[in-house]
């Protein structure tokens, strides 16, 4: 079946640093993948996809690109700032049926 | 635009009693989604209702029932709540079809004691 993995947290970071947060996933076909974001006490809102292979999802500065060849969608931003602290989560989308299915997550904590 | 919305908030349940978590979406959404929240554990998927008049189990249905009142609601009930079900759950909505991105409401924090 489909499952994501992502790099186990958390994630301490000072202010203007580089982040990246691993994701490999197993599926069969072409899944769509996701990168979700969860700020403290609130529900999670779509930060970036990608649909086919190759294709670059990006949005506030967060970039994460679809490879086939290595089954990643690893999110990365050049400065992250305090504001970005928050859990990430990847998610795969299933080609056969209308479901998500969801890495752990990754906390992000950013400090000034 | 409202998106998700989801009630109550907050809950608090003795064990044995039964309580409906309501959901509603705006965005004339096909499919809707009740999730719950563990720590260390991502989002489990409960229910699903790909289209209005249909449901199915997801990944952790055991001891919940779902209702998709209308194509706008999709409500989630515990009969008899037990302290596992202690969580935070999740409704989301998305257009429908493999693939597409989810919208999530706020969540609902419940605790059984």
């Known amino acids: 079946g489909n499952s994501v993995t992502q790099m186990e947290g958390p994630v301490t970071l000072s202010e203007e640093a580089f982040l990246t947060i691993n994701c490999t996933y197993t599926a069969t076909g072409y899944p769509s993948l996701f990168w979700y974001v969860q700020y403290p006490g609130e529900g999670l809102q779509l930060l970036l996809k990608?649909?086919?292979?190759?294709d670059k999802g990006s949005n506030k500065g967060f970039e994460a690109t679809y490879r086939k060849e290595t089954t990643s969608f690893h999110l990365e931003k050049g400065s992250v700032q305090v504001s970005d602290s928050a859990v990430y989560f990847c998610?795969?989308?299933?080609?056969?049926?209308?479901?998500?299915?969801f890495g752990k997550g990754t906390l992000l904590t950013v400090n000034p | 635009n409202a998106g998700v919305t989801q009630t109550p908030k907050f809950q608090v349940l003795k064990t044995g009693q039964s309580m409906t978590l309501q959901c509603a979406q705006d965005m004339n959404h096909n499919s809707m989604y009740w999730y719950r929240q563990d720590p260390g554990m991502g989002l489990r998927l409960i229910y699903y209702s790909a289209s209005e008049g249909t449901t199915d189990k997801g990944e952790v249905p055991n001891g919940y029932n779902v209702s998709r009142l209308n194509k706008r609601e999709f409500s989630l009930r515990l009969e008899s709540a037990a302290p596992s079900q202690t969580s935070v759950y999740f409704c989301?909505?998305?257009?429908?079809?493999?693939?597409?991105?989810?919208?999530f409401g706020p969540g609902t924090r419940l605790l059984v004691l």
């Open positions: 990608a649909t086919k292979a190759d």
């Open positions: 989301a909505s998305s257009a429908g079809g493999a693939g597409e991105t989810q919208y």
């Open positions: 998610a795969l989308g299933s080609v056969s049926n209308y479901k998500l299915t």
